[in-house]
């Protein structure tokens, strides 16, 4: 066993120890490869790098990717020099904030957890997961979208009862809603992603598992419960016998669907986390010119392996590979939408990633309503073919216009992010019954006493697509939204 004074030894370029989950990497080969630059690893040469590691890597990345010689095996943690991390005064005030944060039952819509996590969170977490793309006219948009849509309810029906479970890729689940893939899950909560899972069981939704997990992939199908409905998202790496080995683990493991992710062929500027310089020193992913770009954020730093040759041509592969459903993620017009199920897909998700890569894309719910239209005139509406949407739902009115217009299902990502930043897998528990309570009143006033009884009729459509119109003041949201700052000098940061 390795002592902690010999890795301290080994701090050159040509000879750089890190300790990871107490074993000791020799990282010098891949110093000039790592996708955030090589400072942020020069920085814990010859230390412990676990806590900068594990909120923006799975547990098994080292593993996976560091040839096996590099592996020189456990340390003794009892002999490792751990540097005090010196507590300032926004970490006790944010101590503070959270040992005083509003009871679980105090909490009543989405927003609120929003707003109790915006105090509790780190800077950094709070904005890699807040974050959009450029002015965030697109996050934005994403909500105030469903502003524009007005329903028509109906009367003198029996909603006595209410049945708000559905179907979703042949799953039976008690809302048309699903926990959609978000990354770097432990920034928000040491246990990231498991606390998803969790709940999901509790409340009886579809869990999607994301590619740029902080727990690994076997972790989080592990902690499901027996007979627990879990969907993948995926990013499809440059190197296709990757992608494959992790598509086939992922069938292995009764996966019961695959989203592959269309909208990112790189990912999008998202300025308030490029502030932060997550990681101390920034990434390199974009300058490509063995220079470090101390700006580009979390985002950057974990994506370069992403392939932007990702074409239409490869839909033949990937159905070759897997008999799970296969359903584009990120399809943002209806031509697309139209090719997707031409090709024999299980169906889309319309969506522009959170508002997070190109700004002034459309927002979800208006996109389907021009897919249901074309999809209709091409007889392409199909039990095999399901519609999707996503982004900026925050109430159960919200998932109701999405099933009226003819959406499946809805995924929903950062509320559930910040609901267990700051309660845990209890606050996804809550935030999902809220959504539960909302659905239960909102379709008896609606007069739909089940899913199916949602249809077309019930909303009015005719201002969804004026982008300019002026709609109600939605005043949760705008003090939810924290607006981009400007930069500062030195001296005000």
């Not at 891949?30 to 806590?51: M, V, W």
């Not at 593993?63 to 010196?86: R, Y």
Request: with cysteine; glycine share 8%.
């Amino acid at each position: 066993m390795l002592s902690g004074e010999e890795v301290a030894k080994h701090t050159s370029d040509e000879d750089l120890w890190v300790i990871v989950h107490g074993e000791a990497f020799n990282v010098s080969s891949f110093l000039a490869e790592h996708p955030g630059g090589p400072a942020i690893i020069r920085k814990y040469a010859g230390k412990d790098a676990t806590a900068a590691y594990e909120p923006i890597h799975p547990p098994n990345a080292i593993n996976d990717f560091l040839p096996k010689e590099h592996h020189l095996g456990k340390v003794d943690m009892s002999t490792v020099v751990v540097e005090a991390k010196e507590e300032t005064e926004e970490d006790r005030a944010r101590q503070k904030r959270a040992e005083e944060k509003p009871a679980l039952d105090e909490l009543l819509n989405l927003f609120d957890f929003e707003a109790v996590a915006k105090g509790i969170m780190t800077p950094q977490a709070w904005a890699y997961y807040s974050s959009g793309a450029d002015d965030e006219i697109t996050m934005r948009e994403n909500h105030s979208a469903y502003q524009r849509i007005w329903f028509r309810p109906r009367i003198l029906r029996d909603v006595t009862n209410i049945d708000h479970s559905t179907t979703m890729l042949g799953t039976k689940c008690s809302l048309p809603i699903y926990i959609t893939a978000t990354a770097l899950g432990k920034l928000g909560h040491p246990d990231g992603e498991l606390n998803l899972t969790r709940a999901a069981a509790r409340q009886d939704v579809i869990q999607m598992i994301p590619t740029l997990a902080s727990c690994s992939f076997d972790e989080i199908v592990d902690e499901a419960q027996p007979g627990q409905t879990q969907w993948m998202q995926l990013y499809v790496n440059k190197d296709r016998a990757i992608t494959e080995k992790i598509i086939r683990r992922a069938e292995d493991r009764g996966i019961k669907g695959l989203f592959i992710t269309v909208d990112a062929p790189q990912l999008g500027r998202r300025e308030k986390d490029m502030r932060m310089k997550f990681a101390d020193e920034g990434s390199n992913v974009q300058k490509g010119d063995g220079t470090v770009d101390k700006s580009q954020g979390a985002a950057r730093a974990i994506s370069s392996f992403i392939d932007p040759g990702l074409c239409w041509d490869d839909i033949a592969w990937l159905k070759g590979v897997t008999r799970m459903p296969l359903v584009l993620k990120g399809v943002q017009t209806w031509e697309d939408a139209v090719l997707a199920a031409e090709a024999g897909l299980a169906g889309v998700v319309l969506s522009n990633h959170g508002g997070r890569q190109l700004d002034f894309a459309r927002s979800g719910i208006e996109v389907l309503e021009e897919v249901m239209t074309e999809l209709r005139k091409r007889n392409l509406v199909k039990p095999t073919f399901e519609v999707y949407i996503d982004g900026g739902v925050r109430r159960a009115s919200d998932v109701l216009k999405a099933v009226a217009l003819g959406a499946k299902g809805v995924g929903i990502g950062r509320p559930f992010l910040y609901a267990y930043s700051a309660y845990g897998p209890d606050g996804v528990v809550k935030a999902i019954q809220i959504l539960k309570d909302e659905m239960t009143m909102n379709m008896r006033l609606l007069g739909s006493p089940s899913i199916s009884d949602v249809t077309r009729d019930m909303v009015d459509v005719s201002a969804l697509q004026s982008h300019s119109g002026n709609v109600p003041m939605d005043e949760l949201f705008k003090r939810s939204y924290e607006p981009l700052p400007n930069v500062m000098s030195k001296s005000k940061l």
